[in-house]
């Protein structure tokens, strides 16, 4: 979901200089992350009435951390008791955060239960932000949103308040990722925290997802599409973030990314038949321009201004990306160059 803010304090391990200029290749390697997560989520929905969202959900979240566990081979017996209570918040909130989202799919449109999830971490955003811009920018997020209220209430379309709700909740455990996913990239190498993460994450959302899960392991048919669902939502654009990560401005990376409810608007209506209305299509837009408008106010605040009091120095917004960016990943400092995150005792663990 997000880079972690890059402490000034950091160890300099430099990547080799890259030439200035944005490379065509890494920004196709975001927008096809876009295109892959929604489709993923549009390919979901298609499973809601064999499995359920919660059923779905686990087999999702299960494919991805059997994947993870395999590639990455997390040291389990060297994690300390701080390490453990920062991954075991973080698969919490990976857990609820897309239990929640997909339960808001099962009752209104992707595009419109992205764009309202995209709250969570635009708000977050602005409370830790003593830019006054930043709480502008959030409301007009709030306004987009507000066009699919007023749409509803208009009788163009039918809003679920149910769904409405759980896009809400699914947005707040997205801010709490955040947070969580930035904790563990400080104190967890590598992505050990994150395979580890994903498979507590994979047994929070099991109680109410095992008797999908369970039909959609013994019918091939479903399990194939389930397959489908982790590589495309999670996998895939995955493995296309940590690779355009490298080699983008972050501010760059998380404008791209603001693209999302847009995307998740054309999946909806291409993938599942529903409709993209004029007022859907502005509400998604206003959306993306605040998304946006956040990341490039974090970017290129006036450097003549005093640091606010209540931020560190060389502290950073953090960048509001969907769910399969954390700070396990190198981060990307102001300057743009990687560095690798240290371990619990301070020392740097190469990677």
Request: proline content about 7%; aromatic content about 6%.
């Amino acid at each position: 979901m997000s880079t972690s803010p890059a402490p000034s304090t950091a160890p300099s391990s430099v990547a080799p200089d890259r030439p200035s200029g944005i490379s065509t290749r890494p920004v196709l390697f975001i927008l096809a992350s876009c295109v892959s997560l929604q489709f993923g989520a549009a390919l979901a929905i298609q499973l809601f009435p064999a499995l359920g969202s919660w059923g779905t959900t686990a087999l999702r979240l299960g494919f991805a951390a059997i994947v993870l566990m395999v590639v990455v081979r997390p040291r389990i017996r060297s994690l300390n008791r701080q390490q453990w209570l920062a991954i075991i918040p973080f698969g919490l909130a990976i857990g609820l955060m897309n239990g929640s989202f997909y339960a808001s799919l099962a009752r209104i449109p992707l595009g419109t239960a992205v764009a309202i999830e995209f709250l969570g971490p635009l708000v977050l955003a602005a409370v830790l932000s003593t830019r006054r811009t930043d709480l502008l920018w959030v409301l007009l997020a709030l306004a987009g949103v507000g066009l699919f209220g007023l749409e509803s209430f208009l009788g163009a379309t039918s809003l679920d308040l149910v769904g409405v709700l759980l896009a809400l909740v699914a947005g707040a455990f997205w801010a709490g990722y955040v947070l969580t996913s930035s904790r563990v990239g400080r104190l967890v190498a590598g992505q050990d925290g994150l395979a580890l993460a994903m498979v507590i994450g994979t047994l929070v959302v099991l109680p109410l997802g095992a008797p999908g899960a369970l039909a959609g392991l013994l019918d091939p048919h479903l399990l194939l599409l389930a397959l489908g669902t982790a590589v495309l939502s999670s996998v895939l654009p995955y493995s296309l973030e940590l690779t355009a990560l490298r080699r983008l401005p972050r501010h760059v990376f998380g404008i791209l990314l603001s693209l999302e409810p847009v995307v998740a608007l054309l999946a909806g209506a291409l993938l599942v038949g529903q409709d993209a209305t004029p007022a859907k299509i502005a509400a998604a837009a206003l959306v993306v321009v605040a998304s946006a408008g956040v990341t490039l106010t974090a970017r290129r605040g006036d450097p003549t201004q005093p640091q606010p009091a209540d931020e560190e120095p060389g502290w950073e917004l953090p960048t509001p990306t969907h769910a399969t960016l954390t700070g396990e990943m190198p981060i990307v400092l102001a300057d743009d160059a990687l560095v690798d995150t240290s371990d619990a005792d301070g020392g740097e663990t190469p990677r």
